[in-house]
Nanobody, 123 residues
Framework: QVQLVESGGGLVQAGGSLRLSCAAS????????MGWFRQAPGKERDFVGA????????DYAASVKGRFTISRDNAKDTVFLQMNSLKPEDTAVYYC????????????????WGQGTQVTVSS
């Protein structure tokens, strides 16, 4: 079992930055790949990016590549999403999730989810 809690969301102007954190509890964090997803009102939950168990490999959606960076600290059971050059279209609830597979971009491949944190980017 992995329990996940996101934090760091908020309101930011276009062009600004935010850093989301996802704290995990459970002894198997380092054995899970971690993903970030986002869901805007009325839309499906979309893949943002993922990071492998060791953190050596990352994968990003085309819409965020070059602007967002995922990292993890297995000693602190935490994964991060650094978001730069934010755009209004990045506005969504952001979720972290854990999977035993990597790389995976499908919601169904992730067995554990956090409750989400709201990110709002104003124009």
């Amino acid at each position: 079992q992995v329990q996940l809690v996101e934090s760091g969301g908020g309101l930011v102007q276009a062009g600004g930055s935010l850093r989301l954190s996802c704290a995990a509890s459970g002894r198997t964090f380092s054995r899970h790949a971690m993903g970030w997803f986002r869901q805007a009102p009325g839309k499906e939950r979309d893949f943002v990016g993922a990071i492998s168990w060791t953190g050596d490999n990352t994968d990003y959606a085309a819409s965020v590549k070059g602007r967002f960076t995922i990292s993890r600290d297995n000693a602190k059971d935490t994964v991060f999403l650094q978001m730069n050059s934010l755009k209004p279209e990045d506005t969504a609830v952001y979720y972290c999730a854990a999977s035993v597979f990597y790389p995976r971009a499908n919601v169904g491949d992730y067995g554990f989810w956090g409750q989400g944190t709201q990110v709002t980017v104003s124009s």
